[in-house]
T-cell receptor, first 112, second 112 residues
Framework: GENVEQHPSTLSVQEGDSAVIKCTYS??????FPWYKQELGKRPQLIID?????GEKKDQRIAVTLNKTAKHFSLHITETQPEDSAVYFC???????????FGSGTRLSIRP | SAVISQKPSRDICQRGTSLTIQCQVD?????MFWYRQQPGQSLTLIAT?????????ESGFVIDKFPISRPNLTFSTLTVSNLSPEDSSIYLC?????????FGPGTRLLVL
């Protein structure tokens, strides 16, 4: 079955700097790669996703890149703000309507 | 989007007992899933709740321990049976609406 690895497990960046979280997946049949943000005590919320027919997608300060050949995908957050502090999960799935397998999560802290 | 509610929001149970968690969605959805999130960990898929048929369980999860019902397209229950302290966790249902997977608020279970 699918296996998703995520790095780093913790990340601390200065406010205003960029943060990058990287993931790899094992199943070449995966075609959908969502990213979820989970604040303390809250449910996971989708922040951005990418499908295998594109290599990059951007939404304001957040961007995702996908290298399907290498089975790598990454989340980039620019101009980080205190409200970006949370746990971020990458995930992989065969489609947006299929079961999702999650990475282990990255705890992002933004230093003032 | 989908509005998902879960009952109970939290519970404390004695070992050996069972807890049934309800998940209600405000619209009909085809795909519904149950996840477990142990303290400080990622989300692990327990099973896919299939309407009108038996749930599809992931490796390491069995029907005797985690029976699931899905009587219609807006409702599902997950029972955690024969509770042990290792079952202390947050249990979340999720649904696919449009092309996005949304999560319920979770049920926080503590087993003593």
């Amino acid at each position: 079955g699918e296996n998703v690895e995520q790095h780093p497990s913790t990340l601390s960046v200065q406010e205003g700097d960029s943060a990058v979280i990287k993931c790899t997946y094992s199943d070449s049949a995966s075609n959908y790669f969502p990213w979820y943000k989970q604040e303390l005590g809250k449910r996971p919320q989708l922040i951005i996703d990418i499908r295998s027919n594109v290599g990059e997608k951007k939404d304001q300060r957040i961007a995702v890149t996908l290298n399907k050949t290498a089975k790598h995908f990454s989340l980039h957050i620019t101009e980080t703000q205190p409200e970006d502090s949370a746990v971020y999960f990458c995930a992989a799935s065969k489609s947006s309507a299929s079961k999702i397998i999650f990475g282990s999560g990255t705890r992002l802290s933004i230093r003032p | 989007s989908a509005v998902i509610s879960q009952k109970p929001s939290r519970d404390i149970c004695q070992r050996g007992t069972s807890l049934t968690i309800q998940c209600q969605v405000d619209s009909q959805v085809t795909m519904m899933f149950w996840y477990r999130q142990q303290p400080g960990q990622s989300l692990t898929l327990i099973a896919t709740a299939n309407q009108g048929s038996e749930a599809t369980y992931e490796s390491g999860f069995v029907i005797d321990k985690f029976p699931i019902s899905r009587p219609n397209l807006t409702f599902s229950t997950l029972t955690v049976s024969n509770l042990s302290p290792e079952d202390s966790s947050i249990y979340l249902c999720s649904v696919v609406s449009g092309e996005t997977q949304y999560f319920g608020p979770g049920t926080r279970l503590l087993v003593l």
